[in-house]
C-alpha cells in the first residue's frame, strides 16, 4: 500500500511538472433584469448540464445595469425588460437585441387589503399619491404603503408608462430585487407594488384591473396593458458560447417547455408586436 501511495505522488509530481493544465471550461456572464432571471437561469442551469464545462453566470441588478454592462463590454448578455433605445445612455445602435419571450407585470397587494380588482384610474391614483387610504377606493381601512422598484428597472418604467402614463409617481420605499418586493408586500399590511406573472405566490394578492385578469392569453392579445418583451443584449453580432447559448434560449426545449412552465410566454404566441417606440401592430401567422 505505502509502495502504491508514492507512486501515486510520483506521477501527480511528474504531471505538475510537465505543465499538466486543467481544463476550466467555458463561461458568460448574462447580467440585468430580475423579471427575467428566473428564466435565464433555469436556462443556463440546463444548458450547462447537457453542455459539460460550459457555464452560464446569471446575476439580476435590473435592466440599466445590463445595458450598461453589456454596453461597456464588462459581460456577454445583457437582460433587460426594456428596449435599449428606451434607456438613457444606451447607445441602441451598438447594441442587437435577441427577444427571447415576453412578460406579463400584475399589481400586488397584502392580502389584508380587501381587494381583488381595481381600476386602472385609481391604480394610477395610489402610485401618484392621490389615493392614501384603501377604504377610499373600496377596501379596509389602511393606509396605502408603496413599494417601487428602483429607477433603473425596466419592471418599474413598463408599468410607470402603462398606468402613469407621464405623470410622477409619489416618492415611496425602493428596491432592487423582485423577490424582495413580494416580501414586502406580503409581510406589510396595506402594501402594494408590481411584479412579473412568475413571481406571484400564495404571499399576496394579485389585482385584476377592470375586471380582466392579469393571464398569459390577455397579453398575447394586448388586452392586459402590463407587459413587456424579455430582451437578451449583445455588443454586436454573438459569438462562440454566446452564441451558442442564445440559439439554445430560442430552441423548442426551452421555448415550448421551460418558459411556459416558468409563467413566461413565447415570443411566437404574441398576437401583436409591440416597437421600441411604443406602436402596436398585429402579427401576421
Not at 456572464?29 to 433555469?42: C, I, T
Not at 416618492?171 to 430585487?177: A, I, L, M
Not at 409563467?263 to 404574441?270: E, L, N
Request: with cysteine; aromatic share 6%; charged share 20%.
Amino acid at each position: 500500500m505505502k509502495k502504491y501511495i508514492h507512486l501515486c505522488y510520483l506521477v501527480l509530481g511528474v504531471l505538475l511538472l510537465s505543465g499538466c493544465k486543467v481544463d476550466n471550461g467555458e463561461s458568460l456572464n448574462a447580467v440585468g433584469s430580475s423579471a427575467m432571471q428566473p428564466l435565464v437561469e433555469a436556462a443556463g442551469e440546463q444548458y450547462s448540464g447537457e453542455n459539460f464545462g460550459k457555464f452560464i453566470n446569471v446575476q439580476g441588478g435590473g435592466s440599466g445595469t445590463g445595458l450598461s454592462q453589456v454596453q461597456s463590454g464588462a459581460v456577454e448578455i445583457g437582460n433587460s425588460d426594456l428596449f435599449a433605445e428606451e434607456k438613457t445612455g444606451i447607445n441602441a445602435k451598438e447594441l442587437i437585441d435577441h427577444k427571447v419571450a415576453v412578460v406579463g407585470t400584475t399589481p400586488i397587494v397584502n392580502k389584508e387589503v380587501g381587494l381583488t380588482d381595481i381600476s386602472l384610474s385609481d391604480l394610477k391614483q395610489v402610485f401618484t399619491g392621490k389615493v392614501t387610504n384603501w377604504k377610499e377606493i373600496g377596501g379596509n381601512d389602511l393606509d396605502i404603503v408603496i413599494i417601487n422598484r428602483a429607477s433603473g428597472s425596466g419592471s418599474r418604467q413598463t408599468f410607470e408608462a402603462a398606468v402613469l402614463k407621464g405623470e410622477q409617481a409619489v416618492k415611496s420605499q425602493e428596491q432592487e430585487s423582485t423577490g424582495m418586493v413580494r416580501q414586502i408586500v406580503s409581510t406589510t399590511p396595506g402594501a402594494i407594488s408590481y411584479v412579473a406573472f412568475s413571481y406571484v405566490t400564495d404571499e399576496v394578492h394579485a389585482l385584476s384591473i377592470d375586471k380582466i385578469k392579469g393571464t398569459d392569453q390577455n397579453v398575447m392579445i394586448n388586452k392586459w396593458p402590463i407587459w413587456s418583451y424579455e430582451h437578451m443584449y449583445t455588443k454586436g453580432k454573438p459569438t462562440g458560447l454566446t452564441a451558442e447559448f442564445l440559439d439554445y434560449m430560442l430552441s423548442d426545449e426551452i421555448q415550448q417547455k421551460v418558459v411556459p412552465q416558468l409563467g413566461y410566454i413565447p415570443v411566437d404566441k404574441m398576437e401583436i408586436e409591440r416597437h421600441s417606440d411604443g406602436e402596436i401592430t398585429s402579427v401576421s401567422k
